[in-house]
């Protein structure tokens, strides 16, 4: 079931997941699109997402951005494309690829505790490699150190790819085309900006049955939403997802279309950073453990990295 919009308000609004956003010519939603967004939101019951772009809006439409209750991204949620000295905002996504996020372990470790949650969002998981798998297992190793301070000392920041499995018993993925759907400024539907993107720019190298290659909206604000074949989307449908237990995996079904070129197959390189992120916070949740913190769900030892390679054991 829909839960939340997310509203595109420009086609340079800030890219905030795996995505970049390629398009950087200023097109803002027309001010009639963004009240039949709201609209279909309120009868939807959806919390609104504005993603924000990074000049300031005419006033007109804070006024009709105002007379809902929402969250800003690229405002209230700070995004960040590379590590900033000082955060503002209590709620901040951090942008990095993989290779700068094991070269700056230190630059985040000195910014991790002034945000309330860093949710950390690695933007080429496509070039991930094997190779890079102990680099990575060491630089979450050491924001685990940081936590670990933190949460002796009566704090507790969270790091989403860390600290999210410690609370979590089943999926919470990213739930696009599930639980939240994106309404671009040309007023259609995406299943998240990443569809969008690829629209305009164009891109078509991946399987499209219904519709003429690069056209990947569902529905538009006048017919609704329309997904075909939604039950693909789900958890119940995806063979490796339903028997992992690395809940705090995004499930990125943008990154599944471009690598395995079918929306519930995840690819290899998702897979291995989830698992290098979900044993790291059985680390954590060990480390914690022996200071006096108790979990109600035990993250189990597992021996493997990518479920595909050991499916027969499930
Ligand atoms: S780690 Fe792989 S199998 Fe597990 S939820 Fe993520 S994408 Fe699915």
């Given at each position: ?28 939603m ?15 019951n ?26 800003k ?6 995004v ?18 993989i ?7 230190y630059?985040?470790?000195a ?7 860093l ?20 630089a979450?190793?050491?924001l ?40 671009a ?28 290659a ?7 604000l006048?017919?609704g939403?329309?997904?075909p074949n ?8 995806a ?24 929306n ?18 059985r ?10 913190f ?14 595909f ?6």
């Open positions: 079931m829909l839960q939340y919009l997310v509203i595109l308000l420009d086609d340079t609004s800030v890219a905030y997941c795996h995505a970049d956003n390629p398009l950087k010519e200023r097109n803002l027309s001010l009639e699109t963004l009240r039949k967004a709201i609209l279909f939101g309120m009868k939807e959806l919390m609104i997402q504005y993603v924000y772009p990074d000049y300031e809006l005419p006033d007109e439409y804070n006024e009709v951005i105002e007379s809902i209750d929402h969250v991204i690229g405002r209230e949620v700070e960040y494309n590379e590590i900033p000295k000082s955060f503002t905002a209590e709620n901040v996504v951090l942008r990095l690829s290779a700068d996020f094991i070269a700056k372990q630059d985040i470790v910014v991790l505790p002034q945000a309330k949650r949710n950390i969002c690695i933007t080429d998981v496509e070039n991930f490699k094997d190779e890079q798998i102990e680099g990575y297992k060491k979450l190793m050491t685990n150190a940081v936590l670990l301070n933190q949460y002796k000392a009566g704090k507790q920041p969270q790091v989403n790819i860390l600290t999210d499995r410690l609370q979590l018993d089943k999926m919470h993925n990213c739930g696009a085309g599930v639980n939240n759907i994106t309404v400024p040309n007023g259609k539907f995406y299943l998240c900006p990443a569809f969008y993107y690829d629209e305009r720019m164009g891109v078509n190298n991946r399987m499209n049955h219904h519709r003429p690069s056209d990947y909206s569902v529905g538009d006048d017919s939403v329309q997904i939604r039950q693909l989307l789900k958890l119940d449908h063979p490796l997802c339903r028997i992992c237990d690395a809940y705090q995996c995004k499930r990125c079904v943008w990154l599944n279309q471009r690598l395995t070129w079918d519930n197959t995840p690819s290899h390189q998702q897979c291995i950073i989830a698992h290098l992120e979900r044993n790291a916070t680390e954590l949740q060990k480390q914690l453990q022996t200071a006096g108790t979990f109600d769900n035990q993250i189990k030892e597992i021996t493997y990295l990518d479920p390679e050991v499916r027969e054991e499930f």
